[in-house]
């Protein structure tokens, strides 16, 4: 046996013996005898056993002195820190099984990571055999990763089942390798299946369709399953599915066929009084009043349905409710643009939605915004994000749903895009700059400016994601090409983003998931009905109205949320209609309305509805305990739509809700002074609350209840408190 290192007592005879012995026995890498390439064989072992990870060395400050960097993007400084740095401890050639790497790695001495690989496992092997040799580093001529295949790519799976992935590499020189053992694996959907270390699926017991995402040295790609439901369908419910596949409508028929493939039944459609307040919530955040929905359910119209979606969408609410949703995205922030900028730029987003401006037409005005502020807030965009960094991860989520942050420092790790592609995004913007002007600021682009590679300061001129870049730049003003690019209905992500944010609002999930992290490994559940839908958006011109009023009126929108034995489980198939949180402002406005006291906002106007308030950070109790987003990202999770106790206990426990329910001048003593029968006050309430009338059983209990209770306003003020705290209130359904 070799004697430590640290013992200073090694001969130069044995050195020499066991660094030959070594070197000898160093076993051939493949076939063609090819060389030792650190950033080929070394790279893949340090991120599949986490080491490059930013929870060990891979974070910014590294951990114990030892910096690597993030999933291996910088390979030169992966290599002089494991090569040279700390005097060359962490390698040993003449014995590298006493390198510091391989004795930390393994366990053998102390090591805040714990043990990660196994002195028995191939891996170790390749670490021990390359530090052997010398530590060699590669050429330029040595082969390069194109590609990685996972195989099987898809299959029909059924419950339970489990599959064994395997990963080949593909490499310049013709190689092909298999690097299932190397490779790093993910689900995109735990409750339909998991996947191990290694490759192994295992299939769950939920139907529906997931992804298993494989990744090796910044390569990607997918193995998909469909998992269909254990039972078959019955006759009713599957003759039920073949009409809509045969119908053509562009949301039915896609939605339709997965479900048959699925073998997943559809739920009955929703009565008359449930679709109107639903779309009423979905299409203006606002609830239909007692005597609308009573008009509405007394109209034996065939198309009432078409004609409330028609009304609808000429209403202001329309345009109060979805300026409120884009300006989410488009951080109107008082705290950053100031109260008559942010102000400004909501009018402007306001007005477009008030126009009907078509999207392609709003994005490229915002895209290519300039001039004086006061004459185009539009441009108020760039000073909501002032950074070009941040102008490129802003437009990209916001209008391509992809999210670019992690290309400016290292290649994505679950997707194509590395930092080249992110710094020729954020050339469109560097010309960008604010000047004054006589009526405050100005936005102006300079002649030209540089964008540089930041590892290897290679010259990167402006050029759009998966398109080429020019040789030169791109003489004018950057920013008009982007915005022709973004919006040109050949580019395969923005008409596709914009379908699934929109469905996802009226659907409660979109068909990809997050609704803004659009990647090769996250595909969508059912790519023909966003495919579907993208046609559709381009087909009617980017028109909104046109486009929620297809989906408010498919088969597929007016389900019921009534569960079925095959369809109890399923979350992503749109077989039944999903039970929806408010979102803070609807749900202070339904508040006001049903209570008859409206909302005082300080600064605003009297009658200000929470959906008109243009400011995110006025101070709000409700609305920040509800989850309103503060507009500091371009996130859709700023929103949280996740409910929690303090909600239900404000909601049961809150003193201001029941001011509104006893003020003299609300809604409940109005309703009292008007009507006495107790049967018409309890319809009333449930009309006003619930958008419907109570069933006899409901309207028995509660005429019970107000006969009982001498003190009549407690009694009422009970009742409508106690529909107030129900999910049928508080839930858009």
Not at 265 to 282: G, N
Not at 305 to 332: G, I, T
Not at 435 to 444: D, E, F, M, N
């Amino acid at each position: 046996m070799l004697p430590k290192p640290s013992d200073r007592t090694l001969s130069m005879q044995s050195l020499i013996a066991a660094a030959l012995t070594l070197v000898l026995s160093w076993p051939v890498c493949g076939e063609d005898r090819r060389p030792w390439n650190f950033e080929n064989d070394i790279i893949p072992i340090l991120t599949r056993f986490q080491c490059n990870m930013s929870g060990c060395h891979g974070k910014a400050e590294g951990q114990a002195g030892f910096k690597l960097s993030v999933f291996g993007f910088d390979p030169e400084a992966d290599y002089a820190a494991i090569a040279h740095e700390s005097r060359n401890r962490r390698v040993f050639p003449a014995a590298p099984e006493f390198s510091l790497l391989l004795r930390k790695a393994s366990g053998q001495i102390p090591h805040g990571g714990g043990k990660r690989i196994d002195s028995s496992r191939v891996e170790y092997g390749r670490l021990r055999d390359w530090i052997a040799a010398g530590m060699p580093f590669g050429t330029a001529t040595d082969a390069r990763l194109l590609s990685i295949t996972v195989l099987p790519s898809e299959q029909q799976m059924t419950m339970g089942q489990q599959q064994q992935l395997t990963v080949t590499a593909v490499w310049s020189d013709g190689r092909q390798e298999d690097v299932t053992q190397l490779a790093t694996f993910q689900t995109n959907n735990e409750a339909l299946a998991t996947v191990d270390e290694y490759g192994q699926v295992q299939i769950g017991q939920v139907p529906g369709t997931v992804a298993i995402m494989a990744g090796y040295l910044g390569r990607v790609d997918v193995f998909e399953a469909l998992i269909p439901h254990a039972e078959p369908l019955d006759a009713n419910a599957k003759q039920h599915l073949q009409r809509l596949v045969e119908s053509a409508h562009v949301i039915d028929q896609p939605v339709a066929e997965r479900l048959l493939q699925l073998q997943i039944a559809a739920s009955p459609d929703c009565d008359d009084a449930t679709w109107f307040r639903r779309v009423s919530l979905d299409l203006l955040g606002t609830l239909p009043t007692a005597s609308e929905t009573r008009q509405f359910l007394l109209n034996t119209d065939p198309q009432r349905r078409a004609h409330a979606v028609d009304s609808f969408l000429q209403r202001p609410e329309f345009s109060d409710y979805w300026a409120m949703k884009w300006a989410d995205l488009l951080r109107v922030n008082r705290r950053t643009l100031g109260r008559k900028g942010a102000q400004a730029y909501y009018g402007w987003i306001h007005r477009s939605i008030s126009d009907n401006l078509p999207l392609d037409q709003f994005a490229r005005q915002l895209l290519t915004a300039s001039g004086p502020l006061h004459s185009a807030p539009a441009a108020y965009f760039y000073k909501s994000v002032s950074d070009p960094h941040e102008m490129v991860n802003s437009v990209s989520q916001v209008f391509l749903g992809i999210r670019m942050e992690c290309a400016r420092c290292h290649h994505h790790p679950w997707d194509r895009w590395g930092q080249t592609d992110y710094h020729g995004m954020q050339a469109f913007f560097t010309q960008v700059q604010f000047k004054p002007s006589g009526g405050g600021q100005s936005l102006v682009t300079t002649a030209k400016t540089e964008t540089r590679h930041p590892r290897t300061s290679q010259l990167i001129n402006a050029h759009a994601l998966d398109q080429p870049m020019p040789d030169v730049t791109p003489i004018g003003d950057r920013r008009e090409l982007l915005a022709e690019w973004l919006t040109s209905p050949q580019n395969p992500w923005f008409a596709a983003n914009l379908s699934n944010r929109i469905w996802a609002h009226f659907m409660g999930r979109g068909l990809v998931e997050p609704v803004d992290d659009f990647r090769l490994t996250n595909p969508p559940t059912n790519p023909r009905l966003l495919q579907s839908l993208s046609q559709h958006l381009t087909t009617v011109k980017f028109d909104l109205r046109q486009f929620v009023r297809t989906i408010v009126l498919s088969d597929t929108y007016q389900r019921s949320t009534q569960p079925l034995p095959s369809n109890a489980a399923d979350e992503q198939n749109y077989s039944r209609y999903p039970m929806k949180r408010l979102d803070a402002e609807v749900l202070l406005d339904a508040v006001s309305q049903t209570t008859g006291v409206p909302e005082v906002f300080p600064g605003m106007p009297a009658g200000t509805r929470a959906i008109q308030v243009w400011d995110s950070h006025l101070p709000h109790q409700f609305l920040e305990l509800f989850g309103r987003p503060v507009r500091e990202t371009a996130c859709e999770c700023e929103r949280v739509s996740e409910p929690t106790v303090a909600q239900v206990l404000h909601v049961l426990n809150s003193p201001q809700i029941e001011s509104r329910l006893r003020h003299a001048d609300g809604l409940l003593a109005r309703l009292m002074a008007r009507v006495s029968a107790p049967e018409e006050l309890v319809d009333e309430l449930y009309l006003t609350f619930y958008g419907r009338l109570p069933t006899s059983e409901e309207r028995a209990a509660a005429v019970r209840h107000l006969v009982q209770n001498s003190q009549r306003a407690e009694a009422v003020e009970d009742l409508a408190w106690s529909l107030l705290n129900s999910p049928e209130f508080l839930l858009n359904h």
